[in-house]
């Protein structure tokens, strides 16, 4: 009796057993992956930072601006060069052909690849760019994604009066660096399709009617064309800093994402040496040792960091530039 009651109780265990197995529950307790995403408006300085905490701890860099994936326009698009990378690899840069479309879906894919191969070689995977559909289709849209990796969000910031005077000066720098040129080389008269591919970069659909007319009308209206289209410039990259700072407002309150906010107005508002001493001190430095805890699961708080339950109190103010 007691025999069969025994047989019985196995009976009723064993496929629980095996359905376990089956399951393969590993994967559920296995500790994720560590990733670092660094985000902010265009021209905050998320490309630098990326490169500053890659020289600090081994790391690779994966771009996640949606016009740097394509190659050409490296000064329209404003590329990081060989040089400002500093040795730090760096994955989808310049490498979709001008013409092609690359959605937020190919992202999801050839980001997914290029972090295996940086996970493969030991080193920390660092996401960086403003495009947040990007980096939304990935850290939220992917289930494969959210289970392999635990993520952490550096958010830099600049004030965005501040932001749009760096902004228009940076504009003037490229200009001088070759910008007018760089576009004339891709200026199609008969395509005037700007919503495909690299033509959709800020500094393409605004030089048209300058490429148009520049030949056959006087110097001073040439002059006053090319000023048009340069103040144009100016103003939409204005306005995609404050779309974005917007967006990251959204995802956050959306997702609740692990994101710390580094203030980098001061090193905006300086210049020359003291800009790169604040640089050290407010954001780069700051910015490695969040993420040595992240990666080293250290529970300390650092002062100059604003905690992420304040990100939500924090209001967007948007200069009339920014709206028309």
């Known amino acids: 009796m007691n ?25 559920f307790f296995r500790r994720k992956d560590k990733l670092v995403f660094v985000v902010g408006p265009t021209g905050t300085g998320k490309s630098r930072l990326a490169i500053d905490i890659a020289t600090r701890i081994p790391a690779e860099v994966v771009n996640c601006d949606k016009m740097q994936v394509y190659k050409g326009l490296d000064i329209v698009t404003n590329k990081v060069t060989e040089e400002e990378c500093r040795g730090v690899p760096h994955h989808l840069l310049g490498v979709v052909e001008p013409d092609d479309d690359f959605t937020s879906d190919d992202f999801r894919l050839h980001a997914s690849n290029a972090l295996d191969l940086i996970r493969a070689r030991d080193r920390l995977p660092i996401i960086a760019g403003g495009s947040n559909s990007f980096i939304e289709a990935l850290a939220n849209d992917d289930p494969q994604f959210r289970l392999r990796y635990e993520c952490c969000f550096l958010w830099v910031d600049v004030s965005l009066p501040v932001l749009y005077s760096f902004v228009s000066e940076r504009v003037d720098r490229m200009v001088k660096a070759g910008l007018i040129d760089e576009v004339r080389n891709i200026f199609d008269p008969i395509n005037t399709n700007y919503s495909r591919g690299i033509k959709r970069a800020i500094g393409v659909p605004e030089l048209d009617q300058f490429f148009r007319y520049e030949d056959i009308v006087d110097a001073k209206t040439r002059g006053k064309l090319l000023d048009t289209s340069i103040a144009k410039i100016k103003e939409n990259t204005c306005t995609l800093a404050c779309r974005q700072l917007q967006k990251i407002h959204r995802l956050h309150n959306r997702w609740s994402w692990n994101m710390h906010r580094i203030d980098a107005t ?3 508002i300086r210049n020359g040496e ?13 910015s490695a040792m969040i993420v040595e805890q992240f990666i080293y699961d250290i529970d300390r708080r650092i002062t100059p960091i604003v905690p992420s339950e304040a990100v939500t109190m924090m209001p967007i103010p948007i200069p009339a530039m920014a709206t028309r």
């Open 266 to 268: 001061e090193v905006f």
């Open 274 to 286: 003291e800009a790169e001493e604040a640089w050290e001190k407010l954001v780069a430095g700051p």
């Open 3 to 27: 025999m069969r009651l025994s047989a019985s109780i196995q009976m009723q265990i064993q496929p629980l057993v095996n359905f376990q197995r089956a399951l393969n529950m590993e994967p």
